[in-house]
T-cell receptor
Framework: QKEVEQDPGPLSVPEGAIVSLNCTYS??????FMWYRQYSRKGPELLMY????GNKEDGRFTAQVDKSSKYISLFIRDSQPSDSATYLC??????????FGSGTRLLVRP | EAQVTQNPRYLITVTGKKLTVTCSQNMNHEYMSWYRQDPGLGLRQIYYSMNVEVTDKGDVPEGYKVSRKEKRNFPLILESPSPNQTSLYFC???????????????FGPGTRLTVT
């Protein structure tokens, strides 16, 4: 079993929709949670990070962490075609090593 | 401009022919690492380095070597490439400092390697 599970998609939504992306994990020692966005033919870039449980909002993006369920989410409000990309969750414990999910491909249709 | 650069961006080679993929960062970051990205498997760490002359194995180090002679450079070496090393490779760097900075990992643009 992988340490981090993520549905590969693709997820196709109309412009303006609310998008929900999710990851589950098995290691209860994880305490730092991140979302990276990767456009085609580009390297991943950090979008959001959260420490421990709770919510964090940044513009149209909201990251949620539920440590009791070992479940993290990224919500995108008012989705735009420019949001079309692969979204990777990542997490780590107190070490520097990041564990990545396999990524969910999102397509926002105009 | 703060960036991580990789060269070459695309490479097709044959089994057994030694190759090096270069990685350079201009942000004075201590921590650098190499990942490979394969469909369905996500990003897997090959090697990492926490400072000059300090390197360590990641999750999938077999068949790879690295060196860190200078802070800015972290080349990935495939001494005898094999077809199962066909993949998309990313170099990344980040500072080792405050909590926020620990998460801000900067990735290079990627190197697509095909070994026939």
């Amino acid at each position: 079993q992988k340490e981090v599970e993520q549905d590969p998609g693709p997820l196709s939504v109309p412009e303006g929709a609310i998008v929900s992306l999710n990851c589950t994990y098995s290691n209860s020692a994880f305490q730092y949670f991140m979302w990276y966005r990767q456009y085609s033919r580009k390297g991943p870039e950090l979008l959001m990070y959260t420490y421990s449980s709770g919510n964090k909002e940044d513009g149209r993006f909201t990251a949620q962490v539920d440590k009791s369920s070992k479940y993290i989410s990224l919500f995108i409000r008012d989705s735009q075609p420019s949001d079309s990309a692969t979204y990777l969750c990542a997490m780590r414990d107190s070490s520097y090593k990041l564990i990545f999910g396999s990524g969910t491909r999102l397509l926002v249709r105009p | 401009e703060a960036q991580v650069t990789q060269n070459p961006r695309y490479l097709i080679t044959v089994t057994g022919k030694k190759l090096t993929v270069t990685c350079s960062q201009n942000m004075n970051h201590e921590y650098m690492s190499w990942y490979r990205q394969d469909p369905g498997l996500g990003l897997r760490q090959i090697y990492y380095s926490m400072n000059v002359e300090v390197t360590d194995k990641g999750d999938v180090p077999e068949g790879y070597k690295v060196s860190r002679k200078e802070k800015r450079n972290f080349p990935l070496i495939l001494e005898s490439p094999s077809p199962n090393q066909t993949s998309l490779y990313f170099c990344a760097s980040r500072p080792m400092g405050t909590e926020r900075e620990n998460h801000e990992q900067y990735f290079g643009p990627g190197t697509r390697l095909t070994v026939t």
